[in-house]
Each structure stands twice: as C-alpha cells, then as structure tokens.
C-alpha cells in the first residue's frame, strides 16, 4: 500500500502471533509400542496413537519443540501403568486418563482440553 503524501510504502503488520496462540487444534502423536510385563490375560504389547486437543497452540509448540521428551512422558505413564498392581485390570479408559494426567503435569500452566486413543491395538 503506498502513502502517497509521503512517497512511502506501508507495509500490513504481519504480526500475527497472538491470533496464533489463541488457535485450538488437535495433534497427533502416532506409534506408540509399550510391552507389557507377564500378564494373566495373554497380552503383551499394547499399540497406541493419540490425539491431544489443545486450546492454545502454544502446547502445539511445547510438546512439537521437545517431542522427544513428551513422547518419553506418554510411554513412561502407560508402562508404569501396565506395571504397577492394577495393570491386569486397567481398562482402556483408565488407561487413557492416566496418560491425561501425565501430560497435563509435564504441561504446567498450559490447557489440554482432551487427550484421545485413535488407535488402540493388543496383541
């Protein structure tokens, strides 16, 4: 856009980081492998994908700029889970809000509005 009083251009504010922030979204974190210690049912690995919903992109940003580190979180919950006494008789919702919590602990101050299975396989 030119200012024609002046003879300059003006150029749009292209900031839009704050818009950005405020997005929700969804994010999908895919294969994840945990086996299973000696279970009575027969199964020994459990296979998951998992869907987070957020309501700021700035947890998009978090988990993308160290995802190692919340992938580590989200397997080290459901392997501590299948361990621990009740691991035999977790249900697949239990299971589920166990990795909530696990992510929402490591996310301080940051709002995960749901966290999903979109895949959920025994074997």
């Known amino acids: 856009l030119e200012n024609r ?3 300059k251009t003006e150029v749009p504010d ?3 980081q704050e818009s950005q922030e405020l997005t929700p979204g969804t994010m999908t974190l895919e294969n ?12 020994t690995y459990i296979s998951v994908d998992i869907a987070i919903d957020y309501s700021h992109s700035t947890v998009f940003d ?5 995802l ?11 392997d501590t889970a ?3 006494d009740k691991g035999d008789k977790l ?21 995960i509005t749901k ?8 074997g």
Do not use: C
């Open 5 to 7: 009083e002046e003879g």
């Open 14 to 16: 292209m900031n839009i």
């Open 32 to 43: 994840f492998m945990v086996v299973t210690p000696n279970r009575q049912d027969g199964i």
């Open 62 to 66: 978090a988990i993308n700029s160290r």
């Open 68 to 78: 190692p580190y919340y992938r580590g979180v989200i397997y080290n919950a459901i």
């Open 82 to 84: 299948l361990k621990s």
């Open 91 to 111: 249900t697949e919702s239990e299971l589920l809000e166990i990795v909530q919590n696990a992510l929402k602990e490591s996310l301080l101050n940051m709002k």
């Open 115 to 122: 966290v999903s299975f979109i895949n959920f396989k025994t």
